[in-house]
Nanobody, 118 residues
Framework: QVQLVEAGGGSVQAGGSLRLSCVAS????????IGWFRQAPGEERERVAVLSTRGGGTYYADSVKGRFTISQDNAKNTVYLQMNSLKPEDTAMYYCAAGSSWYSFGVWGQGTQVTVSS
């Protein structure tokens, strides 16, 4: 069974940067796609970025294009989300998830909070 553990959240001022990490353990079949999602209170969950761990392709939401970068370190079973030029509207709980397609994710981490102050 795949397990995901996120880290790297915190509080930062607008314009700052954070790097989130997602360490995967267990059976790797479900790691074909690793995604980062976020959800703010009262808001719907948003798919932020997705990485195809086998092909290397990526997806970014329009709201983060040019500011966020998803990457992987296969030796460490880790996927990162580098977040630059952070805005207050980026404030949310961030989750990583593993799945079998760009849209289907069945394993989720516990989340890490990101707070951006103006």
């Amino acid at each position: 069974q795949v397990q995901l553990v996120e880290a790297g959240g915190g509080s930062v001022q607008a314009g700052g940067s954070l790097r989130l990490s997602c360490v995967a353990s267990g059976y790797t079949y479900s790691r074909s796609y690793i995604g980062w999602f976020r959800q703010a209170p009262g808001e719907e969950r948003e798919r932020v970025a997705v990485l195809s761990t086998r092909g290397g392709g990526t997806y970014y939401a329009d709201s983060v294009k040019g500011r966020f970068t998803i990457s992987q370190d296969n030796a460490k079973n880790t996927v990162y989300l580098q977040m630059n030029s952070l805005k207050p509207e980026d404030t949310a709980m961030y989750y990583c998830a593993a799945g079998s397609s760009w849209y289907s994710f069945g394993v989720w981490g516990q989340g890490t909070q990101v707070t951006v102050s103006s």
